[in-house]
């Protein structure tokens, strides 16, 4: 399982090493149905390692790389009584500004073994990046709209991404689409060679 996910999901998964050392590793996925979720199925950091907030700023590098640009939603199981995983989670969301809900996902009856209690679901988000904006440029006669996340960019809209005529049509349609692309700010570039 860790050579397959570290083969399938190597851009939403991190180590971390302190000198020639392996400290730490998380791996996890965007949900299949929903590219805006990334599911975090493990995060392990080695006994000499834990409480440096090692856990935090590998997810935060992950959230950080151009495959995770549109994640909103951040979900993982924690087992009741894994109290330094729930912890951890719960900084994650105090630091992105983000709400976290907690329901019961998988109850006691789907482990016979006896060796599971009821797993939770922590549900984190939205995630609003203080990185990302939508910029409305003037193309073509009229506005056109560009979600911006660091280095990457994409068309606010598509398949097609359309030309607004005016300025306040422009507008109202950054902030229809401002939450789905997790923008913090929209910004308007009159001139293209500014850009």
Known sequence: AYFMACR??????VVAEAGDDLAGMVTAYPLPDDPQALFVWQ???RDKYQ?????????????????????????????????????MFRRIAADLNA???????????????GEHKVERLFVIGPITRVDNTIQLRKEDGGYRLYAVFADHEEPAFTPANPVFSSLDDALQAA?????HHAVSEIVIVERQDLV
Do not use: H
Request: aromatic share 6%; net charge negative; glycine share 6%.
């Open 8 to 13: 399938n999901f190597a851009a939403t998964s």
């Open 43 to 45: 995060v392990n950091v």
């Open 99 to 113: 709400d976290i809900n907690v329901k019961e996902v998988y109850g006691d009856e789907l482990f016979p073994d």
């Open 175 to 179: 902030e229809d689409v401002r939450e």
């Open 51 to 87: 409480g440096q907030g090692i856990s935090v700023r590998m997810l935060k590098e992950i959230l950080k790389r151009e495959d995770c640009q549109s994640v909103r939603w951040i979900e993982t199981t924690v087992a009741p009584g894994n109290d330094a995983s729930e912890a």
